[in-house]
């Protein structure tokens, strides 16, 4: 089984900063081993670039070879952790730490933008007890950054705890906490 998570360095954090690398790696974490040909197949681009991309990922350490599948003329890819987990304090405060992690978060925040999409374009063809479970909604709540961050590690707790339903399928939740753009100060200014 996959380990936990990792908290990648600033060149690990590097590698992750190209989308279809962060496509893969989730790929590999939801769905579990698989070739670069397969791999190639879901992202539509060729095998050529999908190799590419799996050496950069097992160089920087998200990936390893599933020695227990394949043969000589196929190799088999499986994520070595079940979660990236970075941050501020993950980082270094330097320029490049921080220019690092906005690279990296823009590359999630892009492919969670088009995970979403997905979700939406697919939703009609959802049975009707999915079309009612599934949820979009935002709310915006006056708070500290320490409660902020209680909140958030909350929501993670309770999310953790819940065991994987062999009948069930994949949920993705999305979750994100920040300040409302346009917003930090402006109580301040009234």
């Known amino acids: 089984m996959a ?3 990792i908290v990648p360095g600033v060149d690990q954090l590097k590698a992750l900063t190209h989308p279809v690398r962060v ?7 939801v769905d579990g ?5 397969t ?3 879901r992202l539509g681009i060729n095998t050529g670039a999908t190799s ?7 160089q920087h350490g998200f990936i390893e070879d599933d020695e227990s599948r394949g043969n000589a003329r196929e190799r088999w890819w499986k994520a070595a952790h079940q979660a990236t987990v970075t941050g501020d304090g993950d980082v270094p405060d330097t320029p490049e730490g921080r220019e690092t ?3 990296y ?5 892009t492919i969670y933008a088009q995970r979403l999409q997905e979700a939406i374009e697919e939703r009609a063809l959802l049975p009707k007890e999915w079309r009612e479970a599934f949820g979009l909604n935002d709310r915006v709540v006056r708070l500290t950054p320490s409660q902020a961050s209680q909140v958030e590690e909350q929501v993670n707790t309770l999310i953790d705890d819940l065991e994987d339903d062999p009948d069930g399928e ?3 939740f999305q979750f994100h906490v920040f300040p409302l753009p346009g917003h930090l100060g402006a109580d301040q200014e009234r």
């Open 105 to 109: 978060l823009q590359t999630v925040v």
């Open 39 to 41: 791999l190639a197949t």
């Open 170 to 172: 994949a949920v993705m």
């Open 52 to 58: 590419y991309h799996l050496r950069q990922l097992a």
């Open 23 to 29: 496509r893969m790696l989730g790929i590999l974490r």
């Open 33 to 37: 081993p698989a070739t670069a040909t």
């Open 101 to 103: 992690l906005d690279a």
């Open 3 to 5: 380990a936990r998570e």
